[in-house]
């Protein structure tokens, strides 16, 4: 049992950034903006998350710094695609080019040095029930605030005017452009978000999941990230099983290198990456009656007058 | 009054030809102030970066040598991106290139096999590169994946596999346990084109590629559907071009020109398999293509560019202590840059004045 909690722990921490970045990506494409960027935006939220817990010693800081450094980012892909209506897969992949370079630029100050993790919830008592005490009560906040912001975007999505109008956006720019909705500034916001959550998830990686920076410590997650969103049918309930199903396959192929099954570990590692591709086929085919995706995703608009 | 974005008439041809170098002229202005950032002279930094290796034979050799895989890449993410087929997976063909040709000049060590050996590992290279790039367009064509995500997500595992490799039943048993197959025997290296050089045979098979694009592009039924079907989708359907083939033809081009120079490399410059074969030209290529505007000649010259400041970057972290990561922050703002200047031969910037009765509301 010990051995299943600690499983479940692990597996909750792994989904956690995917969760946060594929939330914010969802929101981006659900505006009909593609951001291939996250990657990029997620290692330089690690560099500068790490950066700013490691000068002041708090995770908070640190969260913040990582969320304004992905959001900086991301307004450089709005200046692009947005008002200069660039290609919007070709600026994606600019800016995690981008993003690699300046995370080791930033990070190579930090590299070798370690920060205190970012501290878990302690309930006296409830966090000490046996079995399910650590896994609902004591995980660190960024478990919590992943949760709380997938039922806030489900929420705005569904449940508000603005959220609609956000929608209409990403499925049809021209009509929502007719009725008079600003359609340039809802995606700008929209990127916006995207990036504020793809840098808190890559800070997450160092302030919470491994208490050091490591360049390119994302590893692809900004990737797998996106990849969710298309297997969530960019609808935030399903992302939640899927970043945990992600989560779990990492998980168990790093507890099947430790169990020495005889495989070798780069075969495990390999995984996630191949789980990636299944996935994204299996759920691609099986949508082949009529494509879920915002109809308007990624395609420029220049509004006419 | 407002700064507004409008469509032209037409395309700039004068945009379009200068451009790259506006481009490249705002690059070197960001990179000046990110050199004052980080204390170092900028006048100094940028003439390590771009000049000094430009002075010496050696630095020279090294710039072709290291444009011959950027080169031979971008020509095929070209076709690809002319296609609107997006294989961002081009490091990871390259690197199942590169494994696929290792494996015959690993099976063929030490034994007597003659001059054939390294056509067929070439051979090997690129058929290998085309059906690995093939995965992701078939998932493309056939199920509707996207093939942005799942060519990227190769590359990981093509890595990972090399990895595998080189550690286990393929590692130099001379080797002190570093993760490296043994030197390649002669008939298994690409021959140096100077005596005691290091400019290779590689260089010429990507002049040959460059005009092989040319001719395809400018002169064939093929190089004409590829650039209708992404162009004009529409008209493309109406011509009875079968787009979905063209996707499969790109991709297989694209990845066989990636798996040829990922062996080309390791059987030139390199001379054994290892892990970090590639320092990203998979992805630099990509800078390359849009550089060069997708045209053959042009990624000639923007690889022979981005060549340049690999070495120049390697020269700076000696001379000067200028960390390596400048190199990618480099390439990436030039990328942003050449997107940036591209827009501006289809669209305008305008200043519009409103009267103030109709701007309220107009919005």
């Not at chain 1, 975007?153 to 959220?163: D, E, H, K, P, Q």
């Not at chain 2, 990507?206 to 040319?214: E, F, S």
Request: charged share 10%; aromatic share 8%; with cysteine.
């Amino acid at each position: 049992m010990e051995l299943a909690e600690a499983i479940i722990l692990s597996v909750l921490a792994a989904s956690t950034p995917l969760l946060i970045a594929a939330t914010g990506e969802l929101v981006t494409e659900r505006s009909g903006v593609l951001n291939l960027g996250v990657e990029g935006m997620m290692i330089v939220g690690a560099a500068c998350g790490f950066g700013g817990a490691w000068l002041t010693g708090s995770t908070i800081i640190g969260a913040l710094c990582g969320i304004f450094a992905g959001t900086l980012l991301s307004l450089a892909f709005a200046a692009m695609t947005l008002g200069l209506a660039v290609n919007q897969v070709a600026t994606g992949l600019a800016l995690t080019i981008l993003g690699i370079g300046l995370s080791g630029l930033i990070g190579a100050g930090f590299v070798g040095e370690r920060i205190t993790p970012a501290p878990h919830l302690h309930i006296p008592f409830v966090t000490d029930i046996p079995l399910v005490g650590r896994i609902l009560f004591g995980e660190d906040g960024f478990v919590y605030l992943s949760l709380a912001l997938v039922i806030a975007v489900w929420l705005f999505l569904y449940r508000t005017r603005a959220g609609l109008v956000l929608r209409a956006c990403g499925d049809n720019h021209i009509s929502a452009h007719a009725l008079g909705y600003p359609v340039l500034r809802i995606r700008m916001f929209a990127v916006m978000f995207g990036g504020a959550c793809a840098g808190l998830a890559g800070a997450y990686l160092p302030l919470a999941y491994t208490p050091f920076f490591i360049p390119g410590m994302t590893a692809g997650r900004g990737w797998i990230a996106l990849a969710l969103v298309v297997f969530s049918s960019w609808r935030p309930g399903r992302l939640v099983i899927g970043a945990y199903l992600f989560g779990a396959v990492t998980i168990l192929q790093l507890h099947a290198q430790g169990a020495g099954l005889g495989i070798p570990s780069q075969f495990m590692s390999a995984l996630p990456y191949l789980a990636t591709v299944i996935v994204l086929v299996l759920i691609s085919r099986a949508r082949t009656g009529g494509s879920t995706a915002p109809a308007a995703l990624g395609t420029v608009f220049v509004p006419d007058r | 009054m407002q700064l507004v974005l409008e469509k032209r008439a037409e395309r700039s041809n004068t945009i379009a030809l200068v451009s790259p170098l506006i481009a490249i002229g705002l690059t070197i202005v960001t990179m000046s102030i990110l050199f004052a950032i980080l204390k170092k002279n900028p006048i100094s930094a940028l003439g390590v970066y771009f000049i000094d290796p430009l002075t010496d034979s050696y630095s020279l050799q090294e710039i072709a040598v290291k444009a011959t895989p950027l080169v031979m890449i971008a020509i095929g993410l070209s076709l690809c991106y002319l296609a609107n087929a997006w294989n961002i997976g081009a490091e990871g063909q390259f690197l199942v290139g590169a494994v696929a040709g290792s494996w015959l000049a690993v099976k063929t060590q030490g034994t007597d096999a003659g001059h054939w050996v390294l056509p067929a590992m070439l051979l090997l290279g690129a058929a290998a590169g085309a059906l690995y790039a093939l995965i992701p367009a078939i998932c493309k064509v056939r199920f509707g994946a996207s093939e942005i995500l799942t060519s990227l997500m190769l590359v990981y595992v093509a890595d990972l596999f090399l990895d595998y490799l080189v550690r286990g039943p393929w590692r130099d048993p001379a080797g002190f346990n570093f993760p490296t197959t043994a030197e390649f025997d002669p008939v298994a290296t690409v021959p140096v084109l100077i005596e005691g050089g290091r400019l290779h045979l590689g260089a010429i098979i990507a002049l040959v590629v460059v005009a092989a694009a040319t001719v395809l592009l400018g002169r064939t039924i093929k190089g004409f559907e590829i650039r209708v079907v992404g162009a004009a989708p529409r008209a493309a359907r109406f011509g009875g071009f079968n787009s979905k083939q063209l996707v499969l033809l790109t991709f297989a081009i694209s990845g066989a020109l990636a798996g040829l120079a990922g062996i080309i490399e390791v059987a030139g410059p390199v001379g054994h398999l290892q892990p970090g074969v590639s320092p990203g030209y998979g992805f630099t290529a990509i800078i390359v293509a849009f550089l060069g505007r997708l045209n053959p000649i042009g990624i000639l010259i923007a690889g022979l560019f981005l060549a340049l400041t690999f070495i120049g970057g390697e020269q700076a972290q000696i001379a000067m202590k200028i960390p390596l990561d400048v190199t990618k922050v480099f390439q990436g703002i030039l990328l942003f840059y050449v997107l940036a200047c591209d827009s501006l031969i289809l669209y305008r910037f305008r200043l519009i004045f409103p009267s103030r009765q109709v701007s309220r509301g107009a919005g």
